[in-house]
């Protein structure tokens, strides 16, 4: 398409419209942080032909949306600091079983083995950690959310239970 067709010519595909659109929003504004006021977001869905309930259904699928991004990053922050823990406990031990076989034996012999040995060991725990697509992520994260929100419940049922007897 190009700029010289007439403007009744030219047609666009929903999915066109939208990236059309999210440019435009975003050329527009001066700042990135700059905000748009529900009231905005109303009258722009009006100007557009979309109604309250679609845009409202819309809101509510982008906040779910939003919600499980951030329960993502959790998990993977998550992930990322027991890998760290493990690591660093890797290298403390290694570390002193090396330093046991250097001042015992004047050299280095069996402590490379273990290190080699458990250094496959931290070698599939850096792909499981860092291996954020699949199944087996997919399987992860499902057991690591059921267990966070399990923990969420059973907390506020205490709180509820202790400023119950609290009164």
């Excluded at 959310?145 to 202790?162: A, D, S």
């Amino acid at each position: 398409m190009t700029d010289f067709e007439p403007k009744s010519l030219r047609s666009y595909s929903q999915e066109d419209v939208q990236r059309i659109l999210q440019l435009a929003i975003a050329r527009q504004a001066d700042d990135q942080d700059k905000e748009f006021s529900y009231d905005q977001l109303l009258e722009i869905a009006t100007e557009l032909e979309i109604s309250v309930e679609c845009l409202n259904l819309a809101e509510r699928d982008w906040r779910s949306q939003q919600s499980e991004i951030q329960q993502r990053q959790a998990f993977d922050s998550y992930r990322i600091g027991r890998f760290k823990k493990r690591l660093g406990n890797y290298a403390i031990v290694n570390a002193g079983l090396m330093l046991v076989d250097f001042i015992g034996g004047g050299g280095l012999t069996w402590s490379l083995y273990i290190l080699l040995f458990w250094g496959m060991a931290v070698g599939l725990d850096v792909w499981n950690t860092f291996q954020a697509k699949g199944e087996e992520y997919e399987m992860a994260f499902q057991k690591w959310y059921r267990k966070h929100q399990f923990k969420r419940t059973v907390n506020t049922v205490l709180n509820k239970w202790f400023k119950a007897l609290q009164i």
